[in-house]
């Protein structure tokens, strides 16, 4: 389906309406794979490791390695292997996905209870974790859109004109 303004589609259907600046605001904004939308802020690997400790480490594991909920690490080249193993570190393209996947849905009980710093420093320690970036590796607005990711180069776009793809 093309992409339309939602104006236009409640016009033609007589269904929905705009939202207000409050509903929007609600919603909160999006972090683009470039880092549009990042906010200032700043994280470290060693503040994100006590912050994963502290609010992440039950559900997702020590090191991230997976418990109860998905594993955040490892799987780096199983991903053509016969068990793929999707993770952050092996299958997310961008590091700024994983600050916006964060911010609107983590801690799984609490979303939205971190701070901004608090996030860059939790998504510091994951990239650390993965071997990505380095343990003295600061990420704010500047620095996160430059990690990248190992899978980066491994997804291809949908060209076919039947699904709004470009
Ligand atoms: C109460 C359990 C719980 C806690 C605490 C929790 N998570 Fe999660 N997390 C989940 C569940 C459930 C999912 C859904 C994916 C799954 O497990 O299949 C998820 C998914 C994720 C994903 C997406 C994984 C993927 O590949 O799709 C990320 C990233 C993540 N969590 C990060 C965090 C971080 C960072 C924290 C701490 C700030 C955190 N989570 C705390 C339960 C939790």
Known sequence: MPVTHAADESELTGLGSEPTAEELGAAGYTVFPDGKGLPEG???VSEGRAIYQQFCA???GRNAGGEDAAALVGGRDSLTSERPRKTVESYW????????????SMPYESPGSLSDDEIYAVVAHLLHLGGIVGEDAVLDRETLPKVEMPNRDGFVS???PDTGGE
Do not use: S
């Open 93 to 104: 393209p961008y590091a700024t996905t994983l600050w916006d996947y964060i911010r609107r």
């Open 158 to 160: 949908d060209d076919r």
């Open 42 to 44: 700043r994280g470290t």
């Open 58 to 60: 039950a559900c997702h």
